[in-house]
């Protein structure tokens, strides 16, 4: 019993701590594309930007496993630079997330921003929003079993997938913006807002795959859709976003469904069992 108290109240912690770095970086980032004013930076370069910090902060912790030079510069060469096959694997939710992240700037640069109205097509961010999703589970799941399957380190994960995430961005930000960039620079734009959201969405990167590999997916989806419910709340109350009746309704599902998650096994399982009885009795009642 113990033991199932400590797990859920890690799991409790771990989607309490997501889902305030998420809900921050939706509401921080749709700042910056809809309603703070001056030159609009290019989404491109802070998607790679972030894999940048988020490479350069795994490399540190990996420093810090390994406990010596000797052995970081061991664990570098055994498992990045002799091993092309795994980074060729990594690749691969390297570039699901680069596109989830591109289209969540996308998406969050056509939706409504209430207060502030900008020359929005919401048909667009939609279809971002739906192209993210389709991406973040299919990475979430596909990242999941590969930190599963292998006593491989957390931070050698991390780092071979990050590198793979610089070179696909930094393709991303040629075929994109490269005219722009080359014309103005690769921080045209940038304020202390952008630093924060580009911040937040490496803070975030990294405390998720920790998530991942000691908890589990489904966390995360949980972590996404509460994020989802705190930013709303947040948009109502600093850009004057009106809440319908189905989102409330969703709201409360997603807060119910979190409850009974965090739940330890034991307490689930007798919650479950005291509504079959419930439904068993009424059937008795009705016959």
């Known amino acids: 019993m113990a033991v199932e108290n400590v797990s859920a109240i890690f799991k409790m912690y771990c989607l309490t701590v997501m889902t305030m770095v998420a809900a921050t970086y939706t509401v921080a ?7 703070s004013t001056g030159d609009m930076y290019y989404a491109t370069t802070a998607v790679c930007l972030a894999e940048v910090i988020k490479l350069v902060l795994s490399l540190g912790m990996l420093t810090k496993e390994t406990g010596s030079f000797p052995r970081l510069k061991s664990a570098l060469m055994e498992h990045i630079f002799c091993s ?3 980074l060729l694997k990594l690749s691969v939710p390297s570039v699901v997330y680069a ?3 591109n289209m969540a700037f996308l998406a969050l640069s056509n939706l409504d921003a209430a207060v502030y109205q900008v020359e929005q097509n919401p048909f667009v961010g939609f279809v971002a929003i739906a192209i993210a999703v389709l991406c973040s589970g299919f990475a979430g799941v596909y990242f999941e079993k590969v930190l599963k399957s292998s006593d491989t380190s957390l931070w050698v994960r991390n780092i071979q ?3 793979s995430g610089i070179v696909i961005t930094l393709i991303g930000v040629f075929l994109n913006d490269g ?4 014309e103005n620079g ?3 734009g940038y304020t202390h807002w952008v630093c924060f959201v580009v911040l937040l969405a490496s803070v975030g990167g990294l405390y998720t795959s920790v998530v991942v590999k000691y908890t589990d997916n489904i966390m995360k989806g949980f972590s996404a859709a509460a994020a989802i419910v705190l930013s709303t709340v947040a948009s109502v109350l600093l850009f004057g976003l009106h809440i319908t009746i189905p989102f409330a309704a969703g709201a409360l599902l997603v807060c119910v469904s979190i409850y009974l998650y965090g739940l330890p096994k034991s307490e689930a399982m007798k919650t479950t069992r005291q509504d079959s009885d419930s439904e068993s009795k009424q059937k008795l009642i009705n016959v």
Request: proline fraction near 4%; aromatic fraction near 22%; hydrophobic fraction near 45%.
């Open 29 to 35: 980032l749709r700042y910056t594309r809809t309603i």
């Open 84 to 86: 092309p096959k795994e």
């Open 99 to 101: 596109i989830q992240n």
């Open 161 to 163: 997938m990050y590198l």
């Open 179 to 182: 005219n722009n960039v080359m």
């Open 186 to 188: 690769f921080f045209f």
